[in-house]
């Protein structure tokens, strides 16, 4: 699985950007503003209806940022390691493990948004949001990542691939994570060539006709549900 849009006739895929981004945004203010127990369970609870709007599994949403995880499980090892008896403080990973759980839920839903928006209607929805050449800016950003990132994801894959095929497993694996590091900057630099070139033949311009927006009756509630995680991160 490669985190890019899918098309889709969920609810989530009916709203319009600009309405998904403010759901999120609000989402992730109130995700860090209500950092205990029961804000995280009331965190999780929205993320839930979330992913049921983008009719997208958690398992799904979880498979998709996999590349996080080892570092948000590292943030409360390491923290309850002690350099002393007892060597392992648990009660010490407790404040991290709720931080690193907080992060979790912002890239589900975040999962939710890229899987359910086109790359064109996310640009859209910011050149249309912030005006100028910052807004112009932005979009142009946010579209090169969503079209970038999945490939340069895919060409790790491959050079992890290959190296496995060259049994490249029984290498140490600092030397593996060499290989695909050195394998993974070179496509990459390799493929940004390529996309500038690509760029100047097809005329890249900062103002392109972008699809209309239109809010809709279903982005009312989402509205609501966006203020109200606004409201909620302010209390």
């Known amino acids: 699985m490669t985190l890019a849009y899918e098309p889709g006739d969920s609810v989530a895929h009916r709203l319009d950007p600009r309405t998904k981004l403010a759901v999120q945004v609000g989402f992730a203010v109130a995700a860090f503003a209500h950092t205990t127990p029961r804000g995280l369970a009331v965190a999780t609870g929205i993320t839930a209806v979330a992913l049921l709007a983008a009719a997208t599994s958690p398992v799904e949403a979880v498979a998709e940022v996999r590349y996080a995880l080892p570092f948000l499980v590292a943030g409360p090892a390491v923290a309850a390691l002690t350099l002393g008896p007892p060597w392992v403080a648990l009660a010490e990973a407790g404040g991290p493990a709720l931080a690193s759980y907080r992060v979790l839920l912002v890239l589900v839903v ?6 359910t928006t086109p790359v064109r209607d996310s640009r859209a929805a910011i050149q249309r949001t912030i005006p100028g050449r910052t807004g112009r800016l932005l979009g142009v950003g946010v579209a090169l990542v969503f079209r970038f990132l999945p490939v340069l994801v895919a060409d790790l894959k491959g050079a992890r691939t290959a190296m496995r095929a060259r049994l490249g497993t029984e290498r140490s694996l600092v030397e593996r994570m060499r290989i695909v590091a050195a394998a993974g900057v070179g496509r990459a630099f390799g493929r940004a060539d390529r996309l500038g070139l690509a760029l100047r033949a097809r005329c ?3 103002n392109p006709t972008l699809p209309a927006l239109q809010l809709s009756w279903l982005d ?3 509205l609501l549900i966006a203020g109200g ?7």
């Open 110 to 115: 975040s999962t939710a948004y890229v899987r």
């Open 204 to 206: 890249f311009a900062w």
């Open 220 to 222: 009312g509630p989402a």
């Open 229 to 235: 995680l606004l409201v909620w991160a302010a209390l």
